[in-house]
């Protein structure tokens, strides 16, 4: 167990709906990123938080979104979802530091399936 | 920029064959981190092993063993006497501080052991 804890861990929907991922950190972890796992892409980084703050955006499609709220849990928003929005959506957390010992640990993922 | 490449799409090995996972990267930095993740069947990310650029000590924990060479770019990792749990898909990934924290993944080898 990771310590990172993910919410739900399973999602069915249909295209055009909006969805909320829900990502719990390690404790004392201030830094918080969100990963996207496709069958073509492959792992992607998507988004980072620190402390509340956004710090690195990667592959994030403008439909998506994300926070991170004082108590550090951070939500991922999807709209208007499409087919190609199934994946396995992972959230990792860090201390944020940064440096030789700042390692991201991966909480279980939450599947999302668009019918 | 940052390219990790995991030429190996999948291996299979009969049990008590001793495995080694090919990692091949590139960054133009001096100072980077490299690392290996394991995604078992049911999905979750674990964390095995973190390497920092200026460490080129070659590690071994159990049956695990890496093979960090700057001067190939390549952060190799053998399992010794590969057991049935050791199925599972392996992720090589890059951190490159100049590029901020996010993890850059290979594509990730399949690995299945048999009785």
């Known amino acids: 167990d990771s310590g990172v804890t993910q919410t739900p861990k399973h999602l069915i929907t249909a295209t055009g709906q909006r969805v909320t991922l829900r990502c719990s950190p390690r404790s004392g972890d201030l830094s918080v990123y969100w990963y996207q796992q496709s069958l073509d892409q492959g792992l992607q980084f998507l988004i980072q938080?620190?402390?509340?703050?956004?710090?690195a955006k990667g592959n994030i499609l403008e439909r998506f979104s994300a926070q991170q709220f004082p108590d550090l849990h951070s939500e991922l928003n999807l709209s208007s979802l499409e087919l190609g929005d199934s994946a396995l959506y992972f959230c990792?957390?860090?201390?944020?530091?940064?440096?030789?010992?700042?390692?991201?640990?991966f909480g279980p993922g939450t599947r999302l399936t668009v019918l | 920029a940052q390219k990790v490449t995991q030429a190996q799409t999948e291996i299979s090995v009969v049990e008590k064959e001793d495995v080694t996972l090919d990692c091949v990267y590139e960054?133009?930095?001096?100072?980077?981190?490299l690392f290996w993740y394991k995604q078992p069947p049911s999905g979750e990310l674990v964390f095995l092993i973190r390497r920092n650029s200026f460490d080129e000590q070659n590690e071994i924990s159990g049956r695990y063993s890496w093979n960090f060479q700057k001067s190939t770019s390549s952060f190799n990792f053998t399992i010794t006497a590969s057991q049935v749990v050791d199925s599972a898909v392996y992720f090589c990934a890059l951190s490159d501080p100049q590029a901020g924290t996010a993890l850059i993944f290979g594509k990730g080898t399949t690995l299945s052991v048999s009785s």
């Open positions: 990792a957390s860090s201390t944020g530091a940064g440096g030789p010992i700042d390692t991201q640990y």
């Open positions: 960054t133009r930095d001096t100072t980077y981190y």
């Open positions: 938080y620190y402390n509340g703050e956004e710090r």
